[in-house]
């Protein structure tokens, strides 16, 4: 279907051109689910762009790229138009950016249906349901009437998925469909690319850096560097016995739910002006000889339908039984501390001040309930409900569960900006809503993205001192103190007078964590930090997260949807659901025994490399179809619901060393026993 033969494209710029593909080669069968991975700047993007015919301005474009015998690159503007939808789809990474937020859901898709199946009002309507259902949509009916801002971020890449599919595309392209999405989501999304080849037909171009999510729906697997192709193969052998060093460091990258260790590479992506003439992964690769630095390997196959570009090919397992494993003590990375204490990182010390310091309570939080009101004064949202939390100094606590499930809400609680409904808040024994400007800065967050949370007309140097000029600090100490937290970051000092526009993702979310440390506060908030990252930034930042999470003059709060991140380096963890904790205790306990179903259903969905996942408890709805008013918060979802389930609230109970609000807690295992 399609057959893309070395497709090179060059982007002109006043003063300069960047090689953005060279000499790109694989194709993709009808049926057929094929993954296109590699880090931000690789060219993936560009691909899908050059696939639909919508190149930017400026770029030149050689080689060829095949769909059903015709070449995109030279189709004129009619055939471009039949192309676009009837032949190739693309399902976007922002869903919601992408659907027109004045018109329903429903009127788009009907209008897609019209225009590409050539069908009547009253059978694209009827077709339009049929379309919801089949990806999931329960309700489809009155779902068509919703507009995009009243769609969860699952629903809304549902709903593009319809749309993608209601052309009736030959080839579906989702380009970083599941980025920001849950685990449970995750799972359903990459489970209707899957439905979609093996029911339909279609090809599927999977284009995400979340490799662990897409191992398990992929049929064939291409790594792309710098614009080139380095490996090429069935998931199965490119996704566990990796050959090219630049996929086996993208895998190691990846944080694990088992609790394996994640080893960041050094470096970043080149920007190539010109197509390479050496191997342009040598600069970043541990195997490179002169051989690599002075000619540009070619590609060749090791078997049938599996090649690479390199002069080096790894030969060994990537993912040993000893490399499964939790790391151990003399593993060269952030560890927790056996005896339930914080995280220290090879290399750091504990000083006498922070010793005196350990242990003191840095934030409590006390049956705290936060109720977002209407505005017509009817009705509202409990995001959470009796929330209790105690954090000491040298902890790092973690709070997962899906989204909508109060984790962004608890974040703004803990830092101040919403008020609780009631209970209390406070922070190293003060009341938050009672601080002063100078008393806030003792709890400082680091947000989700890393650019967007910089202020655009300020240098970095500005928005690091942030905190310090909130506190009044002298102006020469601000300056002393913003390099040192410069300098731990590893960012150089050229960089305190760039604006955020001028960074990387994983600078801007380095300055973020500046910023937080700069005035050596009680409290550090991390709110997905790293979701917005790909995956070997996302495994620099985590492994600098962890550094400063092992300070044990601060608590550390760690929020995600990830749970193998949250794994890495926190001694404690909250399960949330529906602003409620249903789970909490030390996080080796949760992760390797979980007590509550809904602890069960996230980690069976949880991705994991060199394994696949065994979903023993699997929700039966979704998020936004639960209804929690009375009894079990889970009771709509929960395979094991009972009467009393419906009818009675559950609290949290000890078992063991956790405690889960659940009382077939005891039964689960001989019930899981039954079902499978």
Request: aromatic fraction near 4%; charged fraction near 20%; hydrophobic fraction near 40%.
């Amino acid at each position: 279907m399609l057959d893309i033969q070395d497709l090179s494209v060059v982007i002109h710029r006043p003063g300069r051109s960047v090689a953005a593909l060279s000499n790109v080669s694989f194709t993709v069968a009808p049926g057929e689910v094929v993954g296109l991975v590699g880090e931000s700047g690789g060219g993936k993007s560009m691909v899908a762009r050059a696939i639909v015919g919508m190149l930017p301005n400026g770029s030149h474009a050689t080689g060829r790229v095949g769909f059903d015998g015709a070449d995109v690159l030279r189709m004129d503007p009619a055939d471009l138009a039949a192309h676009r939808g009837r032949g190739a789809a693309i399902c976007f990474q922002n869903p919601r950016g992408a659907l027109s937020p004045t018109r329903t859901v429903g009127r788009q898709l009907i209008d897609r249906l019209v225009t590409h199946q050539k069908m009547t009002g009253d059978r694209a309507a009827e077709s339009a349901k049929e379309l919801f259902a089949s990806v999931g949509i329960r309700n489809p009916g009155r779902r068509l009437e919703a507009f995009p801002h009243e769609l969860s971020g699952g629903m809304a890449q549902r709903v593009m998925i319809s749309l993608a599919t209601g052309c009736a595309p030959g080839l579906l392209i989702a380009d970083e469909p599941t980025t920001g999405l849950d685990v449970t989501l995750t799972r359903e999304i990459l489970r209707q690319f899957r439905h979609a080849a093996d029911t339909d037909g279609r090809g599927v171009l999977l284009i995400s850096h979340d490799l662990a999510s897409i191992a398990e729906v992929c049929d064939r697997v291409v790594v792309l560097y710098a614009g080139t192709v380095v490996e090429t193969g069935p998931a199965a052998k490119v996704l566990r016995e990796p050959a090219h060093p630049y996929t086996r460091a993208l895998l190691r990258s990846v944080p694990d739910v088992n609790g394996g260790r994640v080893v960041p590479t050094a470096g970043g992506m080149p920007l190539m002006t010109a197509a390479p003439h050496d191997c342009p992964f040598a600069p970043r690769c541990a195997h490179a000889g002169e051989d690599c630095r002075t000619a540009r390997p070619e590609t060749t196959s090791l078997t049938d339908g599996w090649s690479l570009a390199c002069f080096h090919p790894q030969e060994t397992a990537l993912f040993a039984p000893q490399e499964a494993a939790p790391a151990s003590p003399s593993d060269p990375a952030p560890l927790p501390d056996p005896q339930g204490g914080s995280s220290v990182a090879p290399g750091a010390s504990v000083t006498a001040d922070n010793a005196e310091q350990a242990g003191r309570v840095v934030l409590r939080v006390q049956d705290a309930h936060v109720v977002y009101r209407s505005r017509f004064g009817s009705g509202g949202h409990h995001a959470l409900r009796g929330v209790d939390l105690e954090l000491r100094a040298g902890e790092t606590l973690g709070v997962v569960g899906e989204s909508g499930c109060g984790k962004s809400t608890l974040a703004k609680l803990i830092m101040g900006l919403v008020e609780p409904s009631s209970g209390s808040v406070a922070v190293a024994g003060k009341t938050v809503g009672k601080m002063s400007r100078v008393e806030r800065t003792r709890a400082q967050m680091v947000f989700q993205d890393p650019i967007g949370s910089l202020s655009p007309r300020r240098t970095v140097a500005d928005s690091i001192a942030e905190p310090l000029r909130a506190a009044k600090v002298p102006a020469d100490a601000r300056a002393a103190k913003t390099e040192a937290a410069l300098s731990r970051m590893e960012l150089d000092n050229s960089i305190l007078t760039r604006y955020p526009h001028e960074l990387s993702g994983g600078q801007a979310q380095r300055v973020g964590i500046a910023r937080a440390l700069v005035g050596q506060p009680d409290l550090i908030v991390f709110d997905e930090p790293t979701s917005a990252l790909d995956v070997t930034v996302q495994a620099q930042i985590l492994d600098v997260i962890a550094d400063v999470a092992s300070d044990a003059g601060h608590g550390s709060v760690f929020i995600s949807h990830d749970l193998a991140t949250v794994r890495g380096f926190a001694d404690r963890v909250v399960v949330l659901y529906l602003g409620r904790v249903v789970e909490e205790g030390p996080v080796d306990e949760v992760f390797d025994r979980p007590k509550h179903p809904y602890t069960r259903a996230l980690l069976g969905s949880a991705p994991r490399l060199g394994e696949s996942r065994t979903a023993e408890v699997q929700l039966v709805k979704d998020l936004d179809e639960a209804d929690a008013a009375t009894g079990c918060a889970l009771a709509a979802r929960c395979p094991f619901v009972t009467d009393t389930c419906r009818s009675q609230e559950q609290t949290l109970q000890s078992y063991g060393e956790s405690r889960a609000a659940c009382w077939r807690v005891p039964e689960l295992t001989a019930l899981i026993g039954k079902s499978a």
